[in-house]
């Protein structure tokens, strides 16, 4: 569970009904998107302050990986069949991370949106990240698609 004022994610026991262990987000705040990578125990989280991917191994809790991120991001998406993570950000863009390997990832690509546009979808059955972004002008507000290659 996020806890984003705490600069926490506590880790519950369902079963249970309580934390078994509370995480820290290495002095980031504001950490609201988090998705897992099952399959390398990864957890994903993107920080706002500042914008940062942090990168946790779920066993233990430990940063394995912190990366510049787009600001002001509100969903994050992993990708495992092309092992990549997907960041909107209402800074106005995607950020689109490739892992390497569990321990070792690399911001591949930036890619523009629009400003606000922080709000996501990502159907691995589609291969495909739905945007949702706003009017802007004389735009009408849209969800926008990109395709996952």
């Known amino acids: ?14 079963e249970k ?3 078994i262990a509370d995480w ?8 609201f998107p988090m998705a897992l990578g099952e399959p390398d125990h990864r957890a994903f989280v993107v920080c706002r302050e500042p914008a940062k ?20 991001s509100d969903d994050v998406f992993y990708d495992a069949a092309l ?7 209402g800074e106005g863009a995607i950020s689109l991370f490739q892992q390497q390997d569990p ?6 690509a930036r890619i523009p ?10 159907s691995p059955d589609f291969h495909r990240l739905y ?5 802007q002008g004389s735009e009408p507000a849209a969800i926008r698609v990109y395709a996952a290659q």
Not at 24 to 31: I, L, P, Q, V
Not at 103 to 108: I, P, Q, S, V
Not at 113 to 122: D, E, I, M, Q
């Open 17 to 19: 009904h309580s934390v």
């Open 113 to 122: 949106t629009v400003k606000g546009a922080r709000t996501s979808f990502f």
């Open 103 to 108: 321990d070792h990832y690399k911001e591949a």
């Open 24 to 31: 820290g987000t290495d002095g980031a705040t504001s950490n």
């Open 1 to 14: 569970m996020n806890l984003p004022r705490s600069r926490k994610i506590s880790v519950i026991d369902r």
């Open 83 to 89: 092992k990549r993570i997907y960041a909107s950000g």
């Open 53 to 72: 991917l942090l990168v946790l191994d779920t066993a233990n809790g430990r940063v394995v990986g912190s990366l510049p991120a787009v600001g002001d």
């Open 131 to 135: 945007v949702a972004a706003g009017r």
